[in-house]
């Protein structure tokens, strides 16, 4: 019995029991219809979810690795993006993914396989051995040595059925999402592609009534980033925009005479912030803790100043892909795309009576908060089962 393990738990190197799988083929002469990049795993998520149509891309001399279900697939680049998948159709890979499969099924589970390689142990041991700065890799080799507690058959297929048992709630959680999506963007066009020319406006049509203005935020000439502090009144530009929240821990931030020359740039409660550059999907419905936060050069406020136009109504609005799709064919740019206030006074808005704003508006903040709670719901269980991996397979102390 190997020291400080459990009776029938042994320590073994992972080289020792996976391999890896180097079937090389020509991808136009396999006979194969899909292949897989690295974009097309996602963190964290053992299923793919997205391929490629061989023949309609064009793939590098790199692509070569066939893969078939039930195989790993474990992203060599890059390692600390944690994916991880398993196969469940064939296809063609490129080497850069390796392609795993344990060499003996009656000593390493292949159903425990991904669940192994999702701990957060292995995860450290492929970053720490990873090569290079800009576009880090490991090798197979590195993780060969890598040692780990092996617990009798028996007790893998326990694990295995209890991780698969999460598994299928996280996807029937992921499937919830989705229909709520789906929903949310069936309702988006319902309701902001109204053909009733009584509902359409255009947005400087609204702001040359003096309901609504627009603001972007402060450039270089006004703000130099000479006068960015280590503290203060945070800038918000779309790289502190993130999923509907504000992110400004790391600033930048600026003092209180800066704040108050720029003071026409803050936030308060109810206005809604866009990024202008880049993806423009950022979108901000300003919150209480937000007031007093400066808008930064690469974003644009509204700010509803009219009774008649509910703010969460045309915050949905906004945030629909009926209005995204506009904004991103307006765009102006090749490198980073961008918009303006003239571009935005030629968006179109909707907008029924305030009492009808409000329903609807209901509806998408009910739509949002089931988001929001399967959301949690997700994260919680991504917590529970780092847990049971941590402690189904305990830490044994590598030695190279």
Known sequence: MSEGLKPGWRRVKFGDVVRQVKDRVDPEDS????YIAGEHMDTDDLKLRRWGEIGADYLGPAFHMRFKPGHVLYGSRRTYLRKVAVADFEGITANTTFVLEPKDP???LPELLPFLMQTERFNEHSIKQSRGSVN???????????????????????MAHALELVGRLSEQLAQSATSAEQLRDALSLQYFSSPLERYQKRCAEIIDAGELTLQTGPFGTVLKASSYKSTGYPIVNPVNMKSGSIWVENGPFIGEEDWLRLKKYTMKQGDLVIGRKGDMSNLIFVRPEHNGYLVGSDCIRFRISSERINNRYFFHFLKSNVTKRW????AYGTVMPGINEKILGRLIVFLPDVDKQEAIAQDFDAIESSLDRISERRQALGRFKMSLLASQLPEVRSVH
């Open 31 to 34: 006979g194969l219809e899909r």
């Open 106 to 108: 009656n000593v390493l």
């Open 136 to 158: 880090p890799y490991v090798n197979f080799s590195d993780l060969a040595w890598y040692e780990f507690a092996l617990p009798p058959l028996e007790e893998q297929r326990r």
């Open 327 to 330: 904004i991103q064919r307006q």
